[in-house]
């Protein structure tokens, strides 16, 4: 038994079916009772315990009466005690769950911490070389990212730890965005990572997300592997990490298309860095890429491509946007079909986590009808190692692939 005692959440009867399987989140519906909201009593982002109907102890997590989800829980063992040495053991653990990927020694970036999926809701964590960025997600861990941050330098050894916490999941938990540095020393305006042996500088203070998508790392390995003697088009190019890779396997000409000058010009920049002639080997076209293809379309003398790749923002931020979504993963995949040469490459993406691998498929199924071609799936990819989905937390899942032969 911990010696500290918690303030009680009771739950409503029937309702902590979701909590003994361990899913993390307790929703605001399924809650019977709350603490005071007092200083002595729980304020939100306190330590709460979890109680059946029948006052048995279920779980102990971080109180946000603000949040629809009004409890996000920290552990199902009722003798572990939410102190400074329960957190540090989270945290080495997540961290040590990475060692083997680091130690390949080609790869000098990965997320170290990944929210729920490492038991640690709220909190992610990327690793730039010696530098970490933090998004924090949740009032519970806010309030505590300063210490947390303080321990993470320790446990990595790494200089410093900003975070960029602005995603919208924010707003809805009551909390404003926040940027800066969390401990350590002010880190450089960029970084140059590995991946994979290759060079990429990220902005640890701009860009998006957090600078580079590393979710992306096993698919741009796996993409690259069709693009040897390809032309190649990358849709949603970013700063251009699948044309590097694909330049890398012999790619002999990759087209980018992003809306983003900004990004666009980091990929010159980090085609050189790899030893290749933006000039030569590539072509950047800013803009809307629906319409860009659009226009293609219509256009007989249109470029033709043997590996299209398409990796789009997430286009589902809600279950209201699912439908609009589906309609653009739609649109942008059989415009992307209509482009491949026969018997070339279409890989496609989704980092939407609302929709789900097997809905995805069937869109794409329903552009290659539309689009009057065969595909033949080749690989199902998902997100890379370093950002596990824990079993009992389905919603971890979130990017999804297939690789296809559009005949
Ligand atoms: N493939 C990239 C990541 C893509 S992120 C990588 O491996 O690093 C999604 C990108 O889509 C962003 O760079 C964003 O600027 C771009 N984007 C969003 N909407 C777009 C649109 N309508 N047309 C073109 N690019 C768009």
Same mark, same amino acid.
């Given at each position: ?17 979701p ?20 200083? @002595?009593g729980?304020p ?7 109680? /059946?109907?029948?006052? $048995?102890? !279920? %779980?102990?997590g +971080? *109180? ?14 009722q003798e572990?005690?939410?102190n ?14 990475r ?9 000098t ?20 070389? @010696? ?8 009032l519970?861990m /806010?309030?505590?990212? $300063?210490? !947390? %941050?303080?321990? +993470? *330098? ?5 200089q ?10 924010r ?7 926040a940027?800066?540095?969390l ?5 450089p305006?960029?970084?140059e990572?590995?991946?994979?042996g ?8 701009g ?8 979710d ?12 040897a ?36 010009q ?20 800013a ?7 659009r226009d ?29 979504a ?7 995949n ?24 097997d ?8 552009a ?12 199902w990819r998902?997100q890379?190692?370093?950002h ?11 990017l ?8």
């Amino acid at each position: 038994m911990p010696t500290a005692t918690y303030p009680r959440v009771v739950l409503k009867p029937g309702r902590e079916k979701p909590v003994i399987q361990r899913h993390p989140w307790i929703f605001s519906g399924a809650i019977l009772k709350l603490p005071p909201n007092t200083a @002595d009593g729980a304020p939100d982002g306190a330590i709460v315990d979890v109680m /059946d109907s029948a006052d $048995r102890w !279920l %779980a102990r997590g +971080l *109180l946000n009466r603000a949040s629809q989800i009004q409890v996000r829980i920290l552990t199902w063992q009722q003798e572990e005690e939410i102190n400074e040495s329960f957190w540090q053991q989270r945290l080495t653990a997540a961290v040590v769950r990475r060692a083997p990927l680091l130690a390949q020694g080609d790869i000098t970036a990965c997320r170290l911490i990944n929210g729920e999926s490492d038991y640690l809701p709220g909190l992610i964590v990327d690793r730039f070389g @010696d530098h970490l960025i933090a998004q924090i997600g949740i009032l519970g861990m /806010d309030q505590r990212k $300063r210490e !947390l %941050a303080e321990w +993470l *330098l320790q446990i990595t050894g790494c200089q410093s730890i900003s975070e960029r916490s602005d995603t919208a999941a924010r707003r809805l938990e009551g909390l404003e965005d926040a940027h800066g540095l969390l401990a350590g020393t002010p880190p450089p305006d960029q970084v140059e990572i590995t991946e994979k042996g290759l060079r990429f500088v990220v902005e640890l203070g701009g860009g998006q997300k957090t600078g580079f998508y590393m979710d992306q790392r096993s698919n741009r390995h796996a993409v690259a592997a069709y693009c040897a003697g390809a032309t190649v088009l990358n849709g949603f190019s970013y700063t251009g990490a699948f044309a590097v890779h694909a330049l890398a396997a012999g790619a002999t000409h990759v087209t980018n298309i992003d809306s983003s000058v900004d990004a666009l010009q980091m990929g010159e920049v980090n085609l050189t860095r790899n030893g290749f002639d933006p000039d030569c080997v590539t072509e950047n076209i800013a803009g809307d890429i629906f319409q860009v293809l659009r226009d293609w379309r219509h256009d007989a003398d249109s470029p033709r491509f043997d590996v299209v790749i398409l990796d789009p923002p997430k286009f589902a931020h809600s279950k209201q946007q699912i439908d609009r979504a589906l309609r653009g993963y739609k649109d942008i995949n059989l415009l992307a079909i209509h482009l491949v040469k026969p018997g070339g490459i279409l890989a496609t993406f989704s980092c939407s986590g609302l929709v789900s691998a097997d809905l995805f498929q069937k869109v794409i199924f329903g552009a290659a009808i539309d689009a009057g071609r065969d595909l033949q799936i080749l690989e199902w990819r998902r997100q890379d190692i370093d950002h596990p989905v824990a079993i009992t937390f389905p919603e971890g899942e979130y990017l999804k692939g297939l690789i296809c032969r559009v005949l």
